[in-house]
């Protein structure tokens, strides 16, 4: 019967998470309903949660994939503190993930998947379906591979062709309570088996399915609808952190007229900056997968000998073998472009989570006095900006560069509005050519060094990691040499600062609390602020994006207010440094849980420092 | 728009010896085998047709890493083992320079075992000459991976209980596609490896014995010494069969195991015949492992170019692939236009 449609109510904004187990599709689903969101004009934000194992033993916990969305008619900062619906394609998924879920909000259950096997091996004594431990949220029992092997029954796929269809149907069904269209998906599933009508014709059923089973079934009258956001005008695309950092290696190489080389081991999570380049090779990039994390920065740092824009990226763990290489380049005051994708540490860690604790290993990580620049972006799509001015400051100074991005913003994504090249200031680069003024370590404005590159006659000459002597390169032992180089690379790298814009805060200038971030904790912590300012609390943010040097009017803001407080997702490195350097009582706001901070958390921990209720 | 400087070549035919030497001092120890090294190097540099600015020395750390200073072409001192996977970047980005790595038995087999592994498998298109010596000279003589068990050093006062490696099989078994062993002061032998190697494209690998005369002197003295080589060394020739001997009177076959065997070469009794000889074939897939394995004192020790086989190159390859794109390229703009993408306003 069908049941009688009611007009949807509108809500601001809502938090969908999708889980299941990691072979049931849940990245594919949740990337899905962001797009369509993406189209429909809200604005959004996701934060896909996948295992560290590829394949944990199906139903089992450490197998639980997640991924969470934030679509709203408002502006968006995070992917959301906690899910007001979530899809639960198991009772594993349900376990790792209902504690998560805001009170009385929905649960969507594959009761198929709730038998005596599947409840047993995550430790359920009884069926959450029937003993009334749900019965604060909203639950939604459905028998997803139940319908959806029945949908598709007549194409003859078999039983386990089918089971593969039921996130489509899931997707389906979420599409139908959030009013959504599915073209934007039935156009993908076109695109994605151009050769298998019969997989294509499945998904597409199974997704339809889905959407008329929430038309047919009563209990899904009440819909939902999230309104166009106002979002700066512009064409758009959805952008995660990893592949906008491939765009903005690009795009820096083309800006200098360089050719791109990326020397890169496998590591979670830097490895789609290495996947996504190495498509690009008809961009004129060359990828170079090397034999360790060590040869992968060493072959960097040839290519940049050479003459190219030379990068290499990599997680915690490959940071520390490159620190050898890292400071090879320093001493040979060549360009090179080091990524860290954070990950939880130390040791190997958590993989797959995120973290902001690498900040004072590339800050300090290096046998002797070892500066050097680091840039830290705050999004998924400000990724390509930190990109571009990490390589523009590489280029200019003739030295390393660290870009500390995480897995946070690696793996999430955000609406994008598409840079437009033209505005972007070109990179000057220019080779030394001529033999007659040409000394291997002579300054320019910014003290750095003539790029000489073989091939060019007349100006052959060598390097090392030897100490140099100033101009002549040559080998230089002497005490006053190695203390002049010394303070003379410092002062090459605090020179960058010259070159910032003035740094930007959020709120008043001055006030009773400073919230000073850096990194990928932007979202949560400007939301957090928000809330607190809109609460009538005297806060201002000010997010760090240069982390060495650090911004030179830093000093002076830091004295505009009364407290300074440091979020971050580490045990309190920011607020070390800023402690030492400024003199300033910078009180830390700490968590190791391998996730972002939730705007909420932000929020009471302002409360907390201005000791208000 | 590329930036690279458009440049006129050197003419390579105008080159003498004395450009290739730089004006830094020689640091060696006096008598040490780097000097007769560096001095066959220098000497074999201006008849290889190369432009001299597009030649790159690069080492790692040790006594045989400092060769690039000496070198008046462009180099990288570089660190510990690394030299390989530097190369390997400066090749892959500019295929049209004359790279050459420059290690020792401690740079080339401990701390870049690695590498030294991954440039040879890949056959990345380098000149890559390890000098031997048996010892860690800089860090002022402990055993080596190449020393000898029972060896004693500063750090093995009871003799070191450590099984050597050796280069050749060790490369061999990496895949190397060209293998070639010389001795420091056998400069006629020096001159025909390096010739061979310079016209070889893919890893070209030369393990060059080299007499450390502070912490491991006499190492090889037997093939070092003009009088003795004859009998201790095994000069290898393709396509000849493999004699040796003051008087060349000795020769190799192989048994009916497939050993080889040292034979006294001859009419007589206890003789055997020339057309009996193993005959030195550089191109086959196993005789450069059986001749790999052929070490004092039961065999003499083979010298010159033990395999060499054609295969493209890591860097061809990877060029290749780039300019088969090349017709596709975009602006990194419509690059970012391209896509799933929305306009809003």
Known sequence: MQAAPQAPETVESVVIRFAGDSGDGMQLTGTQFTETSALAGNDLATFPDFPAEIRAPAGSLAGVSGFQVHISSNEVFTPGDEPDVLVAMNPAALKANLRDLKKGGTLILDTDQFNDKNLTRVGYASNPLEDGSLSNYHVHKVDISGITIKSIEELGLGQRAAVRCKNFFALGLVYWMYNRTLDHTLGWIDAKFPGKPEVADANRRALKAGYHYGETVEVFAHTYSVAQAEIEPGVYKNMSGNEALALGLMAAAELSGLDLFLGSYPITPASDILHALSRHKHMGVRTFQAEDEIAAAAAAVGAAFAGSLAVTTTSGPGMLLKAETINLALMMELPLLIIDVQRGGPSTGLPTKTEQSDLLMAMYGRNGESPIPIIAPRSPGDCFYAAVEAARIALESMTPVILLSDGYIANGAEPWKIPDMSKIAPIAVKFHTDPSTFKPYARNEFLGRPWAIPGTPGLEHRIGGLEKENVSGNVSYTPENHDFMSRLRAEKVQKVADRYQPSELYGDASGDLLVLGWGGTFGAIRAGVKTAREAGLKVSQLHLRNMNPLPNDLGDILKQFKRVLVPELNLGQLSQIVRARYLVDAKPYTKMQGKPFKEIEIFHAIKAVLEVN | ?345
């Open chain 2, 1 to 345: 728009m590329r930036v690279y400087p458009e440049v006129t070549h050197t003419d390579p035919g105008t080159l003498k010896l004395k450009d290739f030497q730089s004006d830094q001092d020689v640091r060696w120890c006096p008598g040490c085998g780097d000097y007769s090294i560096l001095a066959n190097v220098q000497r074999a540099m201006p008849g290889l047709g190369i432009p001299k600015e597009n030649f790159v020395f690069v080492s790692g750390i040790g006594c045989s890493s400092r060769f690039p200073y000496y070198m008046n072409t462009y180099g990288m001192h570089t660190i510990h083992g690394r030299a390989p996977a530097v190369a390997t970047g400066i090749k892959s980005a500019r295929p049209d320079l004359s790279v050459w790595v420059i290690t020792g038995d401690g740079d080339a087999l401990s701390i870049g075992g690695n590498h030294f592994l991954h440039v040879l498998r890949r056959n990345v298109d380098i000149k890559y000459m390890l000098f031997n010596n048996r010892i860690y000279g800089l860090t002022k003589g402990q055993y080596s991976p190449t020393s000898e068990v029972g060896k004693k050093t500063k750090s093995s006062p009871l003799g070191s209980i450590d099984y050597p490696i050796d280069p050749v099989s060790m490369a061999l078994g990496a895949g190397a596609t060209f293998v070639a062993r010389t001795v420091d002061v056998d400069a006629q032998g020096f001159q025909k490896v390096l010739a061979s190697a310079a016209e070889h494209k893919g890893t070209a690998f030369i393990e060059i014995y080299q007499n450390c005369n502070i912490f491991n002197d006499g190492a090889f003295v037997q093939i070092q010494d003009k009088k003795s080589r004859p009998s201790h060394a095994l000069m290898l020739e393709h396509g000849k069969p493999m004699r040796f001997g003051e008087k060349n009177e000795k020769g190799i076959v192989l048994d009916s195991q497939g050993q080889p065997q040292v034979v006294h070469v001859g009419d007589g009794a206890d003789s055997v015949s020339e057309d009996k000889l193993l005959i030195h074939d550089e191109t086959s897939d196993t005789l450069p492992f059986v001749i790999s394995r052929m070490r004092p004192p039961n065999f003499p020790t083979p010298l010159g170019v033990i395999r060499k086989v054609k295969a493209e190159s890591y860097d061809a390859m990877l060029n290749a692939q780039v300019a088969s794109q090349a017709s596709k390229r975009k602006s990194v703009q419509e690059l970012l236009n391209s896509g799933e993408t929305w306009r809003v306003g």
